[in-house]
């Protein structure tokens, strides 16, 4: 079946130490987005790839970076993870056509020690 | 600008009763309507849709929505509570043509035997 693929599903990390999250799409949409979910929120996009194009959100902390070096792949790389960055990370792709819904993974769950 | 409006954080009904979770939207434009469930750890699942064909839209797992425009309202339903669908659920939406998806802040629906 057609899917997004997050790996790993579990994450702990060391505080400060980079950690990088994977996302492997098999549909072929061209764009592919990465969203932060804390506790009990909904949730908070961190930035999104429409082709090649990268799109930042005004408020996503410098931190956080992302690399798509062709379709099916994206990459989540926090560079010196705080406490705070604990969270489950969800990668999801959509199509830029009208009419179309988002198609997510079943997340990172990141733990910062 | 879009955003999404769930009135309520919590629900809790008994098995085998209606559910009604609430969703208002604004948006300048004609726009794209979703409903996601997301059980603890999990991905997050499209129930339905709305895309400007029929107001009343039928998903999954027995679940239903209507849009209502003069109201700007997209109210989840079901006739009958089952314990599998004790989950949070988001209302969504997109602009058309869009490549953006607005979350709202989510509605935890717990089921009791």
């Known amino acids: 079946d057609a899917m997004v693929i997050q790996n790993p599903r579990y994450q702990v990390t060391q505080f400060g130490k980079p950690v990088t999250l994977s996302c492997s799409q098999t549909l072929n949409h061209n764009v592919m987005y990465w969203y932060q979910q804390k506790s009990s929120q909904a949730p908070k996009l961190l930035f999104h790839?429409?082709?090649?194009?990268?799109?930042n959100e005004a408020d996503t902390p410098d931190n956080f970076q992302s690399r798509r070096p062709n379709t099916s792949f994206c990459f989540l790389d926090i560079r010196s993870p705080g406490l705070g960055d604990a969270a489950m990370y969800l990668c999801a792709t959509g199509a830029f056509l009208k009419d179309t819904e988002a198609f997510f993974g079943q997340g990172t769950r990141l733990t910062v020690v | 600008a879009q955003s999404v409006t769930q009135l309520d954080s919590h629900v809790s009904v008994s098995e085998g009763t209606p559910v009604l979770l609430r969703c208002n939207y604004s948006?300048?434009?004609?726009?794209?309507l979703f409903w996601y469930v997301q059980h603890p750890n999990k991905g997050l699942q499209l129930l339905l849709k709305y895309t400007s064909a029929a107001t009343l839209v039928k998903g999954i797992n027995g679940f239903e929505a209507e849009f209502k425009k003069s109201e700007t309202s997209f109210h989840l339903t079901k006739p009958s509570a089952h314990m599998s669908d004790a989950a949070e659920y988001f209302c969504v939406v997109k602009r058309n043509y869009g490549q953006n998806f607005v979350f709202g802040p989510g509605t935890r629906l717990s089921v009791l035997p």
């Open positions: 790839y429409y082709d090649k194009d990268f799109n």
């Open positions: 948006s300048s434009y004609s726009p794209s």
